[in-house]
């Protein structure tokens, strides 16, 4: 089966491109540590999740989707998925009841969402795991992923990666859905999901 996009573009992008640490789970889906010591992400194991993600929320109402980025280099690629698709962004820092306290302004009750890093994202995931709602993550080699449904391996922290990523499941869910023919891609490319190189803080 061909990849979604060429082989070349993922490790272009810096999908495959891990981080010098390696949880138990995410060992599955590395097949190489460089000599500096990082662990290099297996390109079909990341095309295998993207494709299976991409299925299971077309199945959802796009307005039922909640998209996470606390990470900056994610906020621009999740507000240009739910541009597309319809989906819910919450960008930079979640409020503390988001999903689970109706007295709230900021209250919203999603069907399922996605999140960009488990670390950033955290508050997310343990409130739609309080409240049972599914989780799909993007999972960079050093994340731990309790309290995830679908795990999507990837680097999560890189600009162009992220950008690449979300570019890939927003094209894949539209396709899915009908709304793309099966052969044609987005008006626009990776590119405009990049969000411009800043200095990221680190959290």
């Known amino acids: 089966m061909e990849t979604l996009v060429p082989v070349e573009l993922y490790r272009k992008m810096g999908v495959i491109v891990g981080t010098q640490i390696c949880t138990k789970y995410m060992k599955r889906f590395t097949y190489k540590i460089l000599p500096e010591g990082f662990y290099l992400l297996d390109v079909s194991k990341i095309d295998e999740r993207l494709r299976i993600a991409a299925k299971f929320l077309s199945t959802f109402n796009p307005e039922k989707i909640a998209v996470v980025s606390v ?6 690629p999740v507000q240009m998925m739910c541009k597309y698709v319809g989906c819910k962004p919450i960008v930079g820092r979640i409020i503390p009841g988001t999903f689970t306290n109706p007295r709230l302004s900021t209250y919203i009750e999603p069907d399922v969402i996605l999140v960009t890093d488990p670390r950033t994202d955290r508050q997310a995931i343990v409130e739609a795991s309080r409240v049972g709602i599914p989780v799909v993550a993007f999972a960079d080699t050093d994340n731990k992923v309790d309290m995830i449904d679908l795990v999507i391996p990837a680097n999560n922290r890189g600009r162009k990666s992220l950008a690449l990523l979300y570019w890939i499941l927003t094209r894949e869910i539209l396709r899915n859905k009908g709304i793309l023919p099966p052969d044609k891609d987005l008006d626009v490319g ?3 999901f990049m969000v411009v190189k800043v200095v990221e803080q680190t959290s």
């Open 71 to 76: 990470r900056v280099y994610g906020q621009k």
């Open 190 to 192: 990776p590119e405009e």
